[in-house]
């Protein structure tokens, strides 16, 4: 990691950046104290981070699981009870990642994981735009389709043209343009130096002279950063109450939380290794007990979920991030900023900040995806469009459940065309059939084998059945051919030749 650290640095100042005020939005939207988010996202960087072996993967409080927090909270009447759910949940991750339970994220298929990115692309194209126009009534961590307040992603979009700040778009407007023709610069080669950083300066130098120059293009206090008074470590943490371990409720929403922030985080842990241009791989057991860990932590010192955010491991990846030393000072910074730094940072415009996730989003949903996509054929692209409508209008969970369903859906179709190979001959003493059965005959090809069986084959018809290219035929299938075979065959005068099956099988087709 040393040898890597003047990218490091430079990276996980902007991931820090953007970090900040999403960790302070998370909290907001959930109902929790605004220094709860802090609190996971310097646990989620330093403490996950130290534990999590991948490189590029950033965590902390995720805008997912807003909602889960929202209804947890209200459910058991205080923070402080919540918190004990919080610690419960790490156990159940920390646990599950022992048993090795991470296995479920290779049966993701890659459409469903490029759906996401794509997804989150966008949406944080639409979301974004209103902050970057000095529009902010929206939580900057809203990533949900509906909003709290009533409005939805596209109703954001249209009320911007009730009110805008030009500072804003000034601000925003340079800061992409400058994102933009950076690699074709000079600046390009000062590795410790990223674009994203730059637009951080140049907004708060803008800012600060239409302060000064022109007070009408000054953005105000709403549309800047804003860490809340630092008073202390005590007042900083809240411990969580356990005096109500037993109560169902409490474990309801530790499960609740574990499940959604596993799932979550093995998701983004997919996602991420997508995006890594050294297509580095992180065990996903280890990545369940690194996020058992700081969900034990969080929840003992004060702080929210955590999970591994797509969000921040794209700013992190874009901004030139080559280890995991990355992760871990985002979170050493988070605590700073609240410690010393709160005055500084709360001049930097929220537009700033738009302006790297707008680029972000537009490297996660380029067109050229959408054209790879749709060349491999409707078998990958529709399950990936599918992917990112759901999440889009709905959330990243729902959406990725109905990408997986549709994304199956195909691949049953597949298994049903592809569970044997069906050659038919015509001569003058009636029609000859061989079946040649595949590798892998599972209980998926039932339903293709026993529809060719007892409806595709002709009345008086010679039929092979060639089991020999067969390594493994299941016992559904296998009841289906000894159907045919016992019953219907003698019935439609059917003369049927089995040839090729295993010993195993042939009690089963007697």
């Given at each position: 990691m040393i040898s890597k650290i003047k990218y490091d640095i430079p990276a996980s100042i902007v991931v820090f950046l953007v970090a900040l005020p999403l960790c302070l939005g998370v909290a907001l939207a959930s109902g929790a104290p605004l220094l709860s988010g802090i609190i996971a996202g310097i646990i989620g960087g330093v403490v996950v981070g130290i534990l999590s072996e991948s490189h590029a993967s950033v965590s902390g409080p995720a805008a997912g699981?807003?909602?889960?927090?929202?209804?947890?909270?209200?459910?058991?009447?205080?923070?402080?009870?919540?918190?004990?759910?919080?610690?419960?949940?790490?156990?159940?991750?920390?646990?599950?990642?022992?048993?090795?339970?991470?296995?479920?994220?290779?049966?993701?298929?890659?459409?469903?994981?490029k759906g996401l990115l794509a997804a989150i692309g966008i949406i944080l194209i639409l979301k974004q735009i209103p902050h970057a126009v000095g529009f902010d009534k929206d939580n900057v961590s809203d990533l949900s389709f509906n909003q709290p307040d009533g409005e939805n992603t596209f109703s954001e979009l249209l009320n911007i043209f009730d009110y805008f700040s030009w500072g804003a778009i000034i601000i925003s407007s340079i800061s992409v343009i400058t994102m933009l023709v950076w690699d074709y610069t000079p600046l390009k080669k000062i590795s410790f130096f990223p674009s994203s950083l730059m637009v951080v300066l140049l907004g708060v130098g803008l800012n600060t002279m239409f302060m000064a120059i022109v007070p009408s293009l000054a953005i105000s206090s709403e549309h800047l950063v804003n860490i809340p008074s630092f008073e202390g470590f005590g007042s900083m943490i809240t411990l969580p109450d356990f005096t109500q371990i037993a109560n169902a409720q409490v474990w309801t929403v530790a499960f609740t939380i574990a499940v959604v922030a596993s799932i979550e985080t093995l998701l983004n842990l997919e996602a991420v290794e997508n995006l890594d241009p050294q297509k580095r791989q992180a065990s996903p057991n280890r990545e369940l007990v690194a996020q058992g860990a700081g969900n034990i932590l969080a929840g003992m010192l004060g702080g929210i979920p955590i999970t591994s955010v797509i969000v921040r491991s794209s700013v992190n990846l874009n901004a030139g991030a080559q280890t995991k030393l990355s992760s871990i000072l985002h979170g050493v910074f988070l605590l700073a900023s609240v410690v010393f730094l709160s005055s500084i940072l709360n001049l930097i415009p929220l537009a700033s900040l738009a302006s790297i996730l707008l680029l972000t989003g537009y490297k996660l949903a380029k067109v050229s995806l959408f054209k790879d996509m749709y060349k491999n054929g409707l078998n990958q692209?529709?399950?990936?469009?599918?992917?990112?409508?759901?999440?889009?209008?709905?959330?990243?969970?729902?959406?990725?459940?109905?990408?997986?369903?549709?994304?199956?859906?195909?691949?049953?179709?597949?298994?049903?065309?592809?569970?044997?190979?069906?050659?038919?001959?015509?001569?003058?003493?009636?029609?000859?059939?061989?079946?040649?059965?595949?590798?892998?005959?599972?209980?998926l090809n039932k339903a293709s084998i026993k529809e060719t069986l007892f409806v595709d084959i002709p009345d008086g018809s010679k039929v092979v059945i060639d089991g020999s290219h067969?390594?493994?035929?299941?016992?559904?299938?296998?009841?289906?051919?000894?159907?045919?075979?016992?019953?219907?065959?003698?019935?439609?005068?059917?003369?049927?030749?089995?040839?090729?099956f295993k010993s195993q099988y042939l009690p089963k087709l007697s």
């Open positions: 699981l807003t909602a889960v927090v929202l209804a947890a909270i209200t459910k058991l009447g205080t923070f402080e009870l919540f918190l004990s759910a919080v610690v419960l949940a790490g156990m159940i991750q920390l646990f599950a990642g022992i048993m090795k339970a991470g296995f479920i994220a290779n049966f993701i298929p890659s459409n469903v994981i692209f529709i399950p990936f469009v599918s992917t990112i409508l759901a999440i889009v209008f709905t959330d990243l969970l729902i959406g990725v459940l109905i990408g997986l369903a549709i994304s199956i859906f195909y691949i049953l179709k597949s298994n049903f065309k592809n569970a044997y190979h069906f050659e038919k001959t015509t001569t003058h003493t009636g029609d000859e059939i061989k079946i040649r059965l595949s590798e892998e005959v599972s209980f067969s390594k493994y035929i299941d016992y559904d299938v296998l009841e289906v051919i000894h159907d045919f075979s016992n019953s219907y065959a003698k019935e439609k005068n059917i003369q049927l030749t089995l040839i090729g």
